[in-house]
């Protein structure tokens, strides 16, 4: 028999359901002056969403609890899409782009505790899906472009997805992982989650708070990006021409001194150009492919372990499975069984 809450439901049907029990517990819904807040009634979930709109258009996005089925969320981004940045505090999801490849986009990409993120998904589609059971944190800022743009570029690297919206330049959609949340932004995070004030000065903290959050994570973006600097248009094409030497060979990847030599790079603007625009080392931008093909080989095929494993490039099935635990924290076999359900 299958456990319906393992089964995914998609966010309209959850939706629909919210609104039958809203019409028995108006309390799902509270409205004030400047925030909504809505709660999941408990038949779908623990906690809930709470919005809150502050001046010029920015907004903070609160998303808090836990739900009972896993929600798969179909987006469909316009063109008016605004600046977000996310502070995931607990929990994850992972977001499938549907259609045509993005180039700062990843195909797969997941949102985890701990770290923060900066996107703009301008005419995306995507598939967001959430966990059911995984008590989920989350921070977001909002911000409207004509809001971003009431500010100076001043000295953000030139090429900068941010500098590029500052000057309402046409921007590629991107979708950035910054790192771990620093110990600051934690504190920051912990007081627009429980504002010591009400009415008025809870507005006005928020808004200071939001605009604190945002602070630090431009200098840590800034920060990033500055050392690339020194990196031509040519450098950057070859560290992408590197990049599909390591995907066509990985079975048997080059080392890094020879994956160096067959770019025309030496070694430091390999490892530099890697970091700017993949966010990672080049070993573990060969580590987060093969973990992804291994996970689709065990969802959408009939192989077993020891022919993911010589597919991916792993020379026994124990060496996968210590890789694919780091990642998923599941060995192969479960994570295979597990979809099979």
Same mark, same amino acid.
């Given at each position: 028999?299958?456990?319906?809450?393992?089964?995914?439901?998609?966010?309209?049907?959850?939706?629909?359901?919210?609104?039958?029990?809203?019409?028995?517990?108006?309390? $799902? @819904?509270?409205? &004030? *002056?400047? =925030?909504?807040?809505?709660?999941? !009634?408990?038949?779908?979930?623990?906690?809930?969403?709470?919005?809150?709109?502050?001046?010029?258009?920015?907004?903070?996005?609160?998303?808090?609890?836990?739900?009972?089925?896993?929600?798969?969320?179909?987006?469909?981004?316009?063109?008016?899409?605004?600046?977000?940045?996310?502070?995931?505090?607990?929990?994850?999801?992972?977001?499938?782009?549907?259609?045509?490849?993005?180039?700062?986009?990843?195909?797969?990409?997941?949102?985890?505790?701990?770290?923060?993120? $900066? @996107?703009?998904? &301008? *005419?995306? =589609?995507?598939?967001?899906?959430? !966990?059911?059971?995984?008590?989920?944190?989350?921070?977001?800022?909002?911000?409207?472009?004509?809001?971003?743009?009431?500010?100076?570029?001043?000295?953000?690297?030139?090429?900068?997805?941010?500098?590029?919206?500052?000057?309402?330049?046409?921007?590629?959609?991107?979708?950035?992982?910054?790192?771990?949340?620093?110990?600051?932004?934690?504190?920051?995070?912990?007081?627009?989650?429980?504002?010591?004030?009400?009415?008025?000065?809870?507005?006005?903290?928020?808004?200071?708070?939001?605009?604190?959050?945002?602070?630090?994570?431009?200098?840590?973006?800034?920060?990033?990006?500055?050392?690339?600097?020194?990196?031509?248009?040519?450098?950057?094409?070859?560290?992408?021409?590197?990049?599909?030497?390591?995907?066509?060979?990985?079975?048997?990847?080059?080392?890094?001194?020879?994956?160096?030599?067959?770019?025309?790079?030496?070694?430091?603007?390999?490892?530099?150009?890697?970091?700017?625009?993949?966010?990672?080392?080049?070993?573990?931008?060969?580590?987060?492919?093969?973990?992804?093909?291994?996970?689709?080989?065990?969802?959408?095929?009939?192989?077993?372990?020891?022919?993911?494993?010589?597919?991916?490039?792993?020379?026994?099935?124990?060496?996968?499975?210590?890789?694919?635990?780091?990642?998923?924290?599941?060995?192969?076999?479960?994570?295979?069984?597990?979809?099979?359900?």
């Amino acid at each position: 028999m299958t456990d319906k809450r393992n089964m995914a439901i998609a966010l309209a049907d959850f939706k629909g359901l919210w609104d039958i029990a809203y019409q028995k517990d108006k309390w $799902l @819904y509270r409205k &004030t *002056d400047f =925030a909504v807040k809505t709660l999941f !009634p408990h038949t779908l979930g623990k906690g809930g969403h709470r919005r809150i709109y502050l001046r010029n258009g920015l907004e903070i996005f609160v998303r808090n609890g836990k739900v009972r089925q896993p929600i798969v969320v179909d987006h469909q981004h316009g063109s008016d899409f605004p600046l977000i940045a996310k502070f995931y505090i607990s929990g994850f999801s992972r977001v499938k782009p549907k259609g045509p490849a993005l180039v700062q986009v990843e195909a797969d990409y997941a949102e985890v505790a701990g770290h923060h993120y $900066l @996107y703009y998904l &301008t *005419d995306v =589609a995507e598939r967001e899906e959430w !966990p059911a059971d995984e008590c989920c944190q989350v921070v977001s800022i909002i911000m409207r472009l004509d809001y971003l743009r009431s500010f100076h570029a001043g000295s953000i690297p030139p090429a900068s997805p941010l500098k590029q919206l500052l000057e309402n330049r046409k921007t590629q959609p991107f979708h950035r992982c910054l790192g771990r949340m620093t110990p600051a932004m934690h504190q920051i995070l912990q007081q627009i989650l429980f504002p010591p004030y009400q009415g008025m000065m809870e507005h006005l903290h928020l808004e200071s708070k939001a605009l604190e959050l945002l602070l630090l994570q431009f200098a840590t973006l800034s920060n990033n990006e500055s050392p690339a600097g020194s990196l031509k248009v040519e450098d950057m094409e070859r560290v992408q021409y590197a990049r599909d030497l390591l995907v066509q060979q990985v079975c048997n990847p080059p080392s890094l001194t020879e994956l160096a030599q067959l770019s025309g790079l030496n070694e430091f603007k390999l490892k530099q150009g890697f970091r700017h625009l993949f966010d990672t080392t080049v070993f573990g931008y060969l580590y987060d492919y093969r973990m992804k093909q291994a996970e689709y080989l065990l969802c959408s095929t009939r192989m077993n372990v020891a022919e993911v494993s010589a597919k991916v490039g792993y020379g026994s099935p124990e060496a996968i499975s210590n890789a694919f635990r780091r990642k998923f924290s599941l060995i192969p076999k479960a994570f295979q069984l597990e979809q099979r359900r």
